[in-house]
């Protein structure tokens, strides 16, 4: 199975500031076929299920901010979030679906505001 | 409005089984692959279940293999666990989400319905 470690657990960011969390796979998610990333990240909010926002490492949701961006490939993932905001506090996750399931996620990061 | 919800939680004992639903509306259910994800008190988010589109083809994480059948009725656009030798260990929310065929992020998520192993 892939396992998906995320970097740091929790964060403490300032508003307006740039917010940056690392994935990182046990084995290339990299499809060399059609080379493509099969990495998504979530956001889940307290007490909310999980929201996609984005996929196939770099693609962003359909109206999630572009203060969002997700950049990497093969082993190593990046989600960067350019200026916090208040409502951006929430936890993070990773998650692969390459090839066969199942389809791990990272243990999740918790993002707050400094 | 596209939207999931999850129904048949609940307190079930050790060694018991619970059937939990996942009515789906607002698009064309079988298109999509369905998956569930659990998630334990204060824990991360855990893959459990896939089906695909006719539901001729499914998948489990080892935790729940030979415990948990997914399937899916098309016709009455609804998802279900079939969630059979339950164990402390199986408390958690469950979600049930939708994703392309194939690709397997899941794009639409359910609120959730918890179930209490105890």
């Known amino acids: ?114 | 409005e596209v939207q999931l919800v999850e129904s048949g939680g609940g307190l079930v004992q050790p060694g018991g089984s619970l059937r939990l639903s996942c009515a789906a509306s607002g698009f064309t259910f079988s298109s999509y692959w369905m998956h569930w994800v659990r998630q334990a008190p204060g824990k991360g988010l855990v893959w459990v279940s896939r089906i695909n589109s006719d539901g001729g083809i499914t998948s489990y994480a080892d935790s729940v293999k030979g415990r948990f059948t997914i399937s899916r009725d098309n016709a009455k656009n609804t998802l279900y666990l079939q969630m059979n030798s339950l164990r402390a260990e199986d408390t958690a929310v469950y979600y049930c989400a939708r994703s392309p065929p194939w690709d397997c992020y899941m794009d639409v998520w359910g609120k959730g319905t918890t179930v209490t192993v105890s």
């Open chain 1, 1 to 114: 199975d892939i396992v998906m470690t995320q970097s740091p657990d929790s964060l403490a960011v300032s508003l307006g500031e740039r917010a940056t969390i690392s994935c990182k796979s046990s084995q290339s998610v990299l499809y060399s076929s059609n080379n493509k990333n099969y990495l998504a990240w979530y956001q889940q909010k307290p007490g909310q299920p999980p929201k996609l926002l984005i996929y196939w490492a770099s693609t962003r949701e359909f109206g999630v901010p572009d203060r969002f961006s997700g950049s990497g490939s093969g082993t190593d993932f990046t989600l960067t979030i350019s200026s916090l905001q208040a409502e951006d506090v929430a936890v993070y996750y990773c998650q692969h679906y390459y090839a066969s399931p199942p389809y791990t996620f990272g243990q999740g990061t918790k993002l707050e505001i400094k």
